[in-house]
């Protein structure tokens, strides 16, 4: 553990001296979905989703800080840290820190003309859940490993990212043995964007989850809309909140609802 925060206390610091980026130059981070582009960046954020079905209620709060440092025009390097707070109707309260993990991602984009074009993917390991108790939606006491990639456009002001997601948890073998089983997913995501001003963009992000074993891994199925809105402020960074609506029936959605808030600060790697 004091390995993991003097890795991201290093990462912080170079990250921090380096200069301010103002302005949209780039592609904007979406507020929901996990970007193809590539960043410099520091962002917090605040989360709370809940759902209440069959008489049993979940709420999950959740307080985060992810860093990202673009080491070359393409390719990033990216990691977080959290802790969440998780309920359940008759069962006793569970605080817990988040996942360790890093990742790598490459992002590269393409002028045409007018507009611009983003591909770009990447690649995220997640250690085990320390300290947490075993829940219908995930296994603490197996690693996680999340490839994605996705496709972005940027004409004007308006723009959209896609992202593909594949997910399954694994042991330090990378194999099922006959008395394991991983659960998988696969989850797709979109979110258009259009700038209203030059410092204020508004998202209509949607997220889709399916996964592999329908059955046995219903709980974690998930269809949802993300409106949301951000404020570029340029010299105190970019705030920025988004709304989450189930767009399933009740008892085939894993969030009923939620609300994020998040604050970016982005830096110029030039």
Known sequence: MKQTYLVLILFFALVSNIHAQYGDKGFAHPLQIEPVAVYSKIRGNLGYWDKNFNQVKEINKNVSVEGEYKFTESFSVISSLGRTEYSQTDTAKEVTWDRYNLGLKYGKVFDLGSSQLLIGGGLRVYDKKRNSLFREYENPDYYLIRPNFGV????????????????????????ESKLEEFKRYYQVGVAPSFGITDSIRVFTELEYREPIDKTADRNLRYFNFFPGISMNTQSLGTFSFSLSFGMLPKEDNAIDRGIRFSYFYFFDTN
């Open 152 to 175: 972005g456009y940027k004409y004007g002001m308006f723009q959209i990212m896609t992202e593909f997601r594949f997910q399954s948890e694994t042991n330090k073998h990378g194999r």
